[in-house]
């Protein structure tokens, strides 16, 4: 019996195969432990895959929305009194220099210092961050109504603070906060302690544990004048239109900047943890790889039964005329319809988790009794989920193909049984 490949009669007996009971001398139970494996596999492989994109965006996200993407600093040196210093005198002229840059979006000097906030009897350690309105502006993340508090257009009338500096103080919008800074004035007695007291006009959440929890704004003028920095800054901030590609736009700015400093960029700042997550990524890909592996693996032991309990058939299909082709295509059918099925299922679990993992976090928090994500260890406040279409793509064309792989061996098995022998053991 001749006919093309892949004919409506060797579907017709695969599906009788696969639907047929244990009595009948099938493995339907078999054929849904494979369907459920590989489903599972899928499902773990692609949720893991959301969350991990998820949470290098959220994390990247996060870095680019409160922070400059690159930072200007000058060397340590001798002043005219012989003092070290790194502050910057000529500041604006260098600002406009930086800002001529093609893909400079944004240049900000800033002062900066670390200072003991109080309030109300408690105290934390902070850092000031001197820069005018317009330049905090500039950092979407900390300037975003649908999460701050107050009003930031007063601004220059006090302070923007933390949500976690907040939170440890107990501290509101129009509350009075007090700085102390130990390099104050200079007395004949050493150094006094320098201390002012701010209203607090904004509070902040740039979704960041670590900067929520130690960060707090001045306006520049104020800052020079708290940190005793009149006419200078302590370094330039600049936001670029494309931070994830600054070392095209490095050059220039060498150039603009000149000799004597240097830049530090988001990726010197956070490379490390990037690499690390990249690194974390890569081999989670290849554990879950192995999983969907071994649970394609279940799809050999189904057929290999399902060979043995047919052989009768077998025997009696070739000898009415079905090629070893045929039968090789029939069980061929048999192992990647559970495969194909399987991993429609786990792509639909899949792609339901990642969808609704806020839900499904809530639910998990809630009946454990909270603490389950702790944002001072991971940085971040929630885990996040990213579908892209590539995560599924790549999930799907890992599991067809070690399905329909590891579904030749036990169908090749079966094509090249001799029919008399099949009859007689059948």
Known sequence: MSSRPFAAYEWMIAWRYLRATRAEGGVSAMTWISLIGIA??????????????????????????ANAHATYYTF?????????????ADYADKAEALRA???????????????????GGRNVGAQIVGMAADDVRALPRIVDPSVGVGDFA???????VGAGIARQLGLGVGDSL??????????????????????????FSAGRYDIDGT?????????????????????????????????????????????????????????????????EDNVMFVILSVLVLIATMNIVSG??????????????LRTIGLSQGAVMRVFFICGTSVGVIGTVAGVVLGCLFALNIDAIFALVNGVSGGGVWDPAVRGIYYLPAQLKAGDVVTAVALSLFLSCVVTIFPARRAARLNPVEALRDG
């Open 178 to 203: 007090r700085l102390i800074s130990p390099d104050g004035a200079q007395t004949p007695f050493g150094t006094s302690p320098r201390v002012g007291v701010y209203d607090v006009v904004y509070v």
């Open 154 to 160: 007063r601004y220059g009338e006090g302070i923007a």
């Open 40 to 65: 599972l596999a899928v499902f773990a492989l692609i949720a893991t895959l959301a969350v991990r994109s998820g949470f290098r965006t959220e994390f990247v996200d996060t870095i680019l929305g």
């Open 303 to 316: 057929l290999i039964m399902l060979v043995k309990n047919k052989q009768a058939d077998i025997g009696i």
């Open 215 to 279: 960060r707090i704004y001045m306006p520049f003028a104020e800052a020079q004048a708290y940190f005793n920095r009149d006419g200078v800054a302590d370094d330039i901030e600049l936001l670029l239109e494309d931070p994830e590609s600054l070392e095209r736009i490095m050059p220039s700015l060498w150039q603009a900047a000149g000799q004597g400093g240097a830049f530090q960029t988001w990726k010197d700042r956070s490379g490390a943890f990037l690499r690390a997550l990249e690194v």
């Open 101 to 119: 840059v093609p893909g400079v979006t944004h240049v900000a000097p800033v002062v900066r210092g670390q200072v003991l906030a109080g309030f």
């Open 76 to 88: 340590t040196r001798l002043d005219e009194n012989g003092v070290s210093s790194n502050t910057i």
